[in-house]
C-alpha cells in the first residue's frame, strides 16, 4: 500500500470579485484532482488552532500529526531545523526576510513595506546582499553586540540565531500579513531583545536601501531589497517521531525550510530539490520525479507546493490559478498515473493546509477543502474540489491532527 499527500500551499481562499465572485478553486482547470474528489471522500478540515494566528507553521504541523497547541514554540526553529541549525538553552531562532520598503522623501516609520520577499528575489542576489550587509561595519558591530548570527537561506527566506535572548513579551510581525501597510506600528516591540532587532531593522536599511544591486534592481524594473524584518521567533522545538506514531516511513519534498525542518524533526527526510524556489517558476518537474523516486521505496511520501500562497502574496491572482492548475497537470496526474502502473493500492490525501486571502494577501484561518481519494474503493462525493463543495458534503474535521490517521487508514 502506497501513500500520498500533496499539500497546496494557501490555494483555497474566498471569492473573489474579479473572478466572477468565484474562487481560484473554482475557477482554476484542474480536472485531474476533480476527478480524485469525485471519486473520493471530499470534506473541509481546520488545521490551524484559533489560539494561533493562521498560517503555514501551525498548519503543517498539525497536517503531520503534531499538536501545535503541545509542541508550537515559535516558526523560526522549525525552519533552522532545515538548516540543521541546533538551538542551545537561551537560544532564539527567528526568520530574517529580505523586504522592500517603498522610495520615497519620508522618515524610516513612515515608509510601507511592499514586499515581504524583494519581489521574489533570487537566492544568488539575495545572498550576495546578507552576506555584505553582516559583514557591513555598522551592522557587523551591533551584530557582536547582540550576540546575534545570520543563516543564509532561500531567495528571500534567511534565518538569525540570537544567543541569551530574553524573548519574554516580544511582538514580532510576519510581513506577509502587512503589506502596503506603514511600517512603525509593525515594528519588534515588547522586550529589549525587540529593540536590538529594531536597531538592526533599521541598521540595514540605511546599508542597503542604496547599495550597488539595488540601484541596478531598480533600473531594470525589480523591486529593492532595500531592508531585513525578523519574525516567527521561537526556541527549540522537539516534535513527535512521525515513523514511531503511525507505522509508516517515508519523505518529504518541500522547497520550503519551514516544512523541510518540521519533516526533519519528526524523523522524516527531506532532499532538496535542484531548481526548487517556492515560487511559480520552480521545478515542477523535479519535484514530481523526486516524489515517484521517493514512493519507489518508502510506502509514504509528502509533497508541499508553496506556488499558491506566494502568489497570492504577491497579488498575482493568474499565477495563483496557474499554480493549481499545475498541481493538478504536472504533479498530481503524473504521479497518480506511476501509482497505477505499480499495480499496488494506494491512498491520497490532497488539501491546502490553510486559506490565502485574494482580498488582503495574508493569511485566513477559516476551513479548507481536502480531499481523500482510495484506489480500491469508490465513495463518489460527486463533486468538484472546491471550498464550497468541501463544506457542503457535512464531512468535518475540526482538527487538522487527524488527517494522518485518516489517510493511513488507522
Not at 499527500?5 to 481560484?24: N, R, S, Y
Not at 497579488?315 to 497518480?336: A, N, Y
Request: overall charge negative.
Amino acid at each position: 500500500m502506497k501513500y500520498l499527500l500533496i499539500i497546496g500551499d494557501g490555494m483555497a481562499d474566498d471569492p473573489v470579485p474579479e473572478l466572477g465572485g468565484k474562487t481560484p478553486l473554482e475557477t482554476a482547470e484542474k480536472p485531474i484532482i476533480d476527478q480524485l474528489s469525485r471519486r473520493g471522500q471530499l470534506g473541509s478540515v481546520v488545521n490551524c488552532p484559533k489560539e494561533f494566528e493562521p498560517g503555514s507553521a501551525t498548519a503543517i504541523m498539525s497536517i503531520f500529526g503534531a499538536d501545535p497547541l503541545r509542541y508550537y514554540h515559535g516558526r523560526g526553529p522549525l525552519e533552522a531545523a532545515a538548516q540543521g541549525i541546533a538551538l542551545a538553552d537561551g537560544d532564539m531562532a527567528c526568520r530574517c526576510n529580505m523586504v522592500t520598503l517603498e522610495d520615497a522623501d519620508k522618515p524610516y516609520d513612515e515608509r510601507r513595506i511592499l514586499s515581504h520577499s524583494a519581489g521574489s528575489i533570487d537566492g544568488e542576489t539575495a545572498d550576495e546582499l546578507i552576506s555584505q550587509l553582516w559583514a557591513s561595519p555598522e551592522f557587523a558591530a551591533l551584530a557582536r553586540e547582540y550576540d546575534i548570527e545570520i543563516n543564509p537561506g532561500s531567495s528571500f527566506r534567511h534565518f538569525a540565531v540570537m544567543h541569551h535572548a530574553d524573548i519574554d513579551g516580544i511582538r514580532l510581525i510576519p510581513p506577509h500579513d502587512h503589506l502596503g501597510e506603514v511600517i512603525g506600528p509593525l515594528a519588534p516591540s515588547g522586550c529589549a531583545v525587540a529593540g536590538k532587532l529594531d536597531a538592526l531593522q533599521r541598521a540595514a536599511f540605511r546599508f542597503l536601501d542604496q547599495h550597488p544591486l539595488n540601484v541596478i534592481r531598480r533600473a531594470n524594473g525589480l523591486l529593492p531589497a532595500n531592508s531585513i524584518w525578523f519574525w516567527a521567533e521561537g526556541t527549540a522545538a522537539i516534535l513527535p517521531d512521525f515513523a514511531e506514531k503511525y507505522g509508516h516511513s517515508g519523505e518529504v519534498v518541500s522547497a520550503v525550510p519551514l516544512v523541510r525542518g518540521i519533516a526533519r524533526l519528526s524523523g522524516l527526510p527531506a532532499p532538496l530539490v535542484e531548481g526548487v524556489t517556492g515560487e511559480i517558476d520552480t521545478n515542477w518537474d523535479g519535484k514530481c520525479q523526486k516524489t515517484i523516486e521517493i514512493l519507489s521505496r518508502c510506502d509514504f511520501a509528502a509533497l508541499h507546493i508553496e506556488a499558491p500562497d506566494e502568489c497570492t502574496h504577491n497579488g498575482d491572482t493568474p499565477g495563483k490559478i496557474q499554480s493549481i492548475q499545475w498541481l493538478s497537470s504536472r504533479e498530481t496526474g503524473p504521479i497518480l498515473d506511476w501509482l497505477r502502473s505499480c499495480g499496488e493500492d494506494f491512498r491520497i490525501l490532497l488539501l491546502s493546509d490553510h486559506k490565502t486571502l485574494t482580498s488582503n494577501r495574508a493569511h485566513g484561518g477559516d476551513p479548507v477543502p481536502f480531499l481523500l481519494y482510495d484506489s480500491r474503493e469508490q465513495t463518489c462525493s460527486g463533486l468538484d474540489y472546491t471550498e464550497a463543495n468541501g463544506l457542503k458534503t457535512g464531512l468535518f474535521v475540526p482538527q487538522g491532527t487527524a488527517l494522518m490517521d485518516m489517510l493511513f487508514d488507522a
